[in-house]
């Protein structure tokens, strides 16, 4: 009975180890490296060229919530809630997240943003948001576009 | 009266019930559980499933810890009350990992921990597509008695729950199990469906089939302005399906148990997430009444905030 209860808690224990191994291999991108991908988020424009690679039907969408009063504070709510952790309260940037206030982002066209949101960019580390109803992603979209440029530039 | 986290001792512990002396300690782990708790920002906008998986994988770098506790009836034996906590970790956005320790109450009978499970859900696809696929991977290493029925499969039926614990938990389980996650979100509604296949490390067991099928729904689609707890948009309903589907010499419904099971989440401006579903066996060989509920958090930026602590970037 003991025996087999220390077996038991062995296992466990291995595998809370493993568990946390992968956890530390995880971190890498915070503890390793944290200060200059942040440096390189900010600077490194590559991370908006995945707006060029929406589909034209889906640039061409319009936004059915751009004139609905209240998308921009449902939007800003949601993104407090679901984008500012990366992309910061601002919108300005992030350790993990580029500037959605960049020039590149500010004239995408609505249909362009909710492509990238419901798609993500799963390679770069953002998640597909097509789990938020499709309202919601546009509420999203209103409240990025009512930000406008940032006043300093990000370099 | 020592008052520490002796999560060694809190693990022999729950074998038995635990004596009156001993709860402060628990207590303790729990406040500072709570209190490490509100040290993160975050916000859930969880499925309501509780064994179907949809194809949405935790966030980089976010932990989800979870509480799943599940009531269920037993012709034949005592009633049980099992439970598990479960720990998600987002590695990175196309891997999601997870450990669940599992235990379980049987009345008139003992509490007992019944063993672990490690599970990893990978994402192929980087994109959206018509259905997106997940593979998943399980070990898992459990005694007879673990009664969590987190999946159902093969010839599972309400008769294998029917034994003491004492002779339960001498059946030890090493176990392999695969599943191909399929899942589509259109206009709000998700439908989601799991394959599943298991097999058995130790002895010579076939492999083992079962499925899992759900749809769900938030009650509202648009967002509200303001913060709300009580706003439609943070409830979401469904059902979901779920039974085995015999083994390799003998794959079909003969012999298997089916449930069917309401689901509702309430996702909680205050980051918590609750579900609650009563599940109904369809046929004989399934418990009658399942009650399962479950409380989650998750804690954004986990992965960051303790990269910082081990001195990396600091904002």
């Known amino acids: 009975m003991t025996l087999t209860r220390t077996i038991k808690i062995t296992a466990i224990f291995r595998t809370a180890l493993l568990f946390i191994l992968i956890l530390a291999l995880s971190l890498p991108v915070p503890l390793i490296s944290a200060q200059k991908e942040s440096a390189a988020v900010q600077k490194d424009e590559s991370v908006y060229a995945e707006l060029a690679k929406a589909p034209k039907k889906a640039v061409a969408r319009r936004n059915p919530m751009e004139h609905d009063p209240e998308a921009v504070a449902a939007g800003g709510k949601l993104f407090d ?3 500012a952790e990366c992309h910061g309260e601002t919108a300005e940037g992030g350790r993990k997240a580029p500037s959605l206030r960049a020039r590149e982002v500010q004239q995408a066209t609505p249909g362009t943003l909710f492509w990238i949101l419901t798609n993500g960019v799963v390679r770069r580390g953002m998640p597909v948001w097509s789990k938020l109803p499709e309202p919601q992603r546009w509420q999203i979209v209103t409240y990025l576009k009512s930000l406008g440029p940032a006043e300093k530039p990000s370099e | 009266m020592r008052l520490g986290c002796n999560w060694r001792r809190f693990v022999i512990d729950v074998t038995r019930i635990n004596p009156p002396h001993r709860r402060p300690g628990v207590l303790f782990c729990l406040s500072a559980l709570a209190l490490a708790a509100l040290a993160f920002s975050a916000q859930a906008q969880e499925s309501p499933y509780i064994i179907t998986y949809d194809h949405y994988l935790e966030e980089p770098g976010s932990l989800e810890v979870e509480y799943f506790s599940a009531f269920g009836t037993q012709r034949g034996g005592n009633d049980f009350h099992s439970f598990f906590a479960e720990f998600e970790y987002g590695a990175t956005a196309w891997w999601t990992t997870e450990l669940y320790l599992d235990g379980q109450t049987t009345f008139n009978d003992s509490t007992i921990f019944t063993g672990f499970r490690w599970e990893n859900r990978i994402r192929p696809l980087q994109r959206e597509h018509f259905i997106n696929p997940v593979l998943y991977f399980e070990y898992e290493h459990i005694s007879g008695a673990d009664k969590i029925l987190k999946e159902i499969e093969g010839h599972d039926g309400e008769a294998d729950a029917s034994e003491s614990n004492a002779l339960a938990r001498k059946e030890h ?46 009650l509202a689609l648009k967002a509200s302005a303001k913060r709300c707890s009580f706003c439609r948009e943070n409830f979401v309903a469904g059902l979901e399906m779920y039974g085995g589907l015999g083994d390799r010499h003998s794959f079909g419904l003969h012999d298997t148990s089916h449930y069917l099971a309401p689901v509702v989440a309430w996702n909680m401006p205050s980051n918590w997430t609750l579900r609650l579903s009563p599940g109904f066996g369809l046929n004989d060989n399934s418990h009658a009444f399942l009650l399962r509920w479950g409380v989650s958090r998750e804690f954004s930026g986990f992965g960051a905030t303790i990269g910082r602590m081990l001195g990396g970037h600091k904002q």
């Open chain 1, 81 to 83: 809630l679901h984008c």
């Open chain 2, 173 to 218: 389980k090493h176990e392999l199990e695969f599943k191909l996650l399929l899942s589509k979100t259109f206009k709000g509604w998700n439908i989601a469906e799991n394959t599943l296949a298991a097999k058995s490390i130790a002895g010579a067991n076939p492999w083992e089939f079962g499925y899992a099928i759900g749809a769900s729904r938030p």
